[in-house]
């Protein structure tokens, strides 16, 4: 398997390059093919509209048996990633499928950005306030992305 | 909304005629019915009940309309309304014209607006019925001749090899039991580490797939 990196992972960086997605870019490290600089766009009517998030993606040894390990590098006030960026999203974890790909991934992600799911928490601060009061914690994510975010 | 519409088809119309435009553009500026109505054969029924005594004004409409002196300007200017809009969508034509043709007989006031689009009535039909809408079959068509035979190329959705590569490095090609196909290599891995399809997450073991040979 360490020779040399898996044709799916080639195939998968040259679509990603040829065919991006929309408000989605994945550039893999010029020293380790296997590690990507991620940025996604918030989704509009969200309250992380505007900002540009960086993120973080490996493709672990066992790619693609095992899910991609994501990371927001970039704050973000959000219940469903916590304050080191680990996010709760059930792809990356049990319910992940080899048929998966970098590209369903972000586009997952991209989608949790849009529809924050505070009873499956991970930050559980942000999740207890986006339940309490959930005009203000969406007035809080859009500061945090107003101050992080660009 | 509306008046888009209206452009369009006028445009469209101009394309498609090869003679007259001049006519139609002054054709078109009179009517009022053009407006499009999808169904112009329950329009003509609506118009029928409301406007018109019923038993009279339906034999008028739909049949022939010899009797129809009884008839105002005002019902006979609905009924070529209808036949305008008819053209939009492909209807039998023959109707239409003799009704119209009855209507001029009769000399109502709107006879020369009514007379004026019925000439240029006749060509288009003429023209829709042999244009357009063979085109748009031929492309639906085209398209689905071209679009089916590039499908076949089969890919594993795990390591992205199309059954050629899958073949010429010495694997097959399985199936699941839940109809998902997969290269031999991926799916037993995938099995031993998930025990369900890569696809669809079906529960799976190693007896639930065979071979599949194309």
Redesign the interface.
Known sequence: MSSGL???II??TQRLMTEPVSGISAVPDEQNARYFHVHIAGPKDSPFEGGNFKLELFLPEDY???APKVRFVTKIYHPNIDKLGRICLDILKD?W???LQIRTVLLSIQALLSAPNPDDPLANDVAEQWKMNESKAIETAREWTRVHAH | MIDDEKMERDRARRKRTNRGSSEEVVDLSFNPGRRGTNEPIVEEEIVAVNEASTSVAIVDLTKDSNDSSILSADVVDLTEINGTEDRDEVTPPKRSRRRKHTSQDMGSGNSVVISSGDETDDSDDLVLLNSPLPDEVNERLASCKTASPPKKIIKC?????DDAAIKASGRRLVSTNCGHIFCEN?LK??IS??H?C??C?KKLTMRQMHPIFL
């Open positions: 898996p044709r799916r195939k998968e693609p048996m095992a319910k499928s080899p048929a | 959705p795990i390591c992205y090899d991926c891995t995938s580490t998930q369900k890569p696809t997450r």
